[in-house]
């Protein structure tokens, strides 16, 4: 693993520092959405080295690689002194989505959007916009009126993305990762990154709550000015199958068309259709296994990632497909690898969502 620091200019970066063998207490995440996100560490200086990184050293580019593969990449924002040591925090460069906001209504879809915001505000993020896949709708139109206007662009893709799109149905991230390229991508999980078994984890909690079941549901959002609500979406097989039906409510969308407050509503129900046990607890060791098998070190793993148990159900329920059926195969929406311990702790996309589980999470 190799720790370099280099100098502001992103088109012509300059080295500054190798620092593999300075750091302590390394960590680095990856998240959905956002993509690289924080990175901190512990720097033995005294005060003249360490005046000179609150001084000099903010906004400076932080590459993490291991050989060829990058690991992690952002900005250096957050530097504190401590007795004999800097302390320094990183975020990935879905940090410039917050630095300018936007002023300018939009009727289009979702990719075209963010185009348009990225092209104009985020003069951080890289030109290359290949990898921003074409929504399918819906159209989020100007008549989203002022709570989509005048805020920043991270904002904006993140409150688009509850939304799905008419088509899939699915789950939409938006994430910047290696040399400052986004993506926005729908989840899927066709095929698998990362194989392990229980025996590679430090710790694995697993648990079914059948407040997570969700067969019915409507939203409410405004139209001219008035509340309105869709038409109840049902899902008959999983009312059959519990013999129960359970009906959310998406609470105020605000003003949107009516095709995006459907789009929201059917998204809610594809997600919660079925009761899916919660992952409350993952934290992997120092090892996992691409899909061929070959060992590799669990820094690698990131958030989008498709991740399989391979010993989690017993052998006579393996269908031995590949689908995110979420008893075996999980799709990654965090990872934070401390470097110290070599442990990875994995968030998937059935992590627990009770109040307390979201705030201990974000605390």
């Given amino acids: 693993m190799e720790i370099k620091l280099y100098d502001r200019n992103l088109s012509s970066p300059i080295l500054i520092d190798e620092m593999t063998n300075k750091v ?16 901190s560490f512990r720097l033995k200086a005294d005060l003249p080295k360490a005046w000179e990184w609150i001084t000099d050293k903010a906004f400076y580019r932080l590459v993490i690689t291991d050989k060829s593969d990058v690991l992690w990449e952002g900005r250096i924002e957050d530097i504190g002194l ?3 040591a800097v302390e320094v925090t990183a975020y990935g460069y879905y940090a410039n989505l917050g630095d300018i906001p936007y002023k300018t209504a939009y009727n289009d879809n979702f990719d075209v959007v963010v185009k348009a915001v990225l092209t104009a505000n985020c003069p951080q993020i890289s030109d290359d916009q290949s990898n921003i896949t074409a ?3 819906p159209a989020i139109t100007s008549a989203a009126k002022e709570s989509y206007l005048d805020i920043y662009p991270k904002d904006i893709v993140e409150k688009l993305s509850q939304f799905s799109d008419s088509t899939y149905h699915g789950r939409w991230y938006f994430a910047i990762w290696e040399d400052r390229v986004p993506y926005l991508f729908r989840r899927a999980a066709s095929s698998i990154d990362w194989l392990v078994t229980l025996a590679d984890f430090n710790q694995f909690k697993l648990k079914h709550q059948g407040a997570n079941l969700w067969n019915s549901c409507y939203a409410a959002y405004k139209s001219g000015g008035t509340l309105a609500r869709t038409a109840d979406a049902d899902d008959a097989s999983s009312q059959e199958k519990y013999n129960l039906k359970r009906q959310y409510v998406i609470p ?5 068309a009516a095709a995006t407050a459907q789009s929201a509503r059917d998204y809610w129900l594809e997600e919660n259709k079925e009761l899916y046990p919660s992952l409350e607890n993952m934290a992997l060791g120092g090892t996992a296994y691409d899909a061929n098998g070959q060992r590799k070190s669990s820094a690698l793993v990131r958030a989008g990632d498709v991740i399989r148990i ?4 017993p052998a ?7 689908q995110r059926d979420r008893f075996r195969t999980f799709y990654i929406v965090e990872t934070e690898y401390d470097m110290d311990n070599a442990e990875l702790r994995i968030v998937p996309d059935t992590e627990k969502m009770s109040l307390d589980a979201i705030l201990a999470r974000k605390i």
């Fill in 310 to 313: 391979r010993d989690l159900v």
């Fill in 252 to 256: 105020d969308l605000g003003e949107v």
């Fill in 82 to 84: 401590s007795q004999g």
């Fill in 24 to 39: 302590q207490g390394l960590r680095f995440s990856t998240h959905l959405h956002g993509g690289f996100w924080v990175c």
């Fill in 135 to 137: 929504t399918g709708g």
């Fill in 316 to 322: 006579s329920v393996d269908a031995g497909s590949v």
